[in-house]
């Protein structure tokens, strides 16, 4: 966990409950957390779900990881102590979204096992839904999508840190959710992820 340096700083509760607020959207806030190899098909199906969830008049919004580090985390490398702040403001960031009753489609490689538990730590701390969806498909299969030409330079030693190559990715022990996308279309991917949703009473 990270260390608090600032002082004399106390929390201000208002007025509004999550419970209410998540009323008056006709939903509950929760953090869809997916996490897999780059070319494993997170932000594929993030974006086919976050269409199907706005179709159904669901309010969510998606952290992509490339997004991300163009903004709020746009001053962090991919080194081991980089990875772990990277995940943990955007773990900060999910919570702020699931307190206001948002459904949060979270999409990071994320792959330090650590730091992908302190996320869901933070979120059972504040009694907040959170659930790991591991998008697992083969080094072999990610590598030959390759769709942002990643491999390529890694293998050519033009990427140092690259998860899968030379930087380790760690599974999930026990995510909520395994989506093989290399065995399912992308519909049925999203249609076991709003079942989950429904069974959770999230949608």
Known sequence: MTEQKATNVHWHDGEISRDERGELLGQKGATLWFTGLS??????????LERALHERGKLCYRLDGDNIRLGINKNLGFS??????NIRRIGEVA?????TGIIVLSGFISPYRNDRD??????????????EI???VPLDVAEDRDPKG????ARAGEIKNFTGID???????????????HELSL?????????????RGVI
């Open 187 to 199: 519909e049925q991917e999203v249609e076991a992820l709003l079942k989950v949703l429904e069974q």
């Open 134 to 136: 591991y998008v697992d």
């Open 95 to 99: 919570k702020l979204f699931v307190d």
């Open 150 to 153: 990643l491999y390529k330079k």
């Open 39 to 48: 070319g494993s098909g997170k932000s594929t199906v993030m974006v086919a």
């Open 80 to 85: 081991a102590e980089d990875r772990t702040e």
């Open 167 to 181: 930087d380790p990715y760690e599974a999930p022990s026990n995510p909520e959710v395994v989506l093989k996308s």
């Open 118 to 131: 302190a996320v869901r730590a933070l979120h059972n701390d504040d009694n907040m839904e959170f659930i």
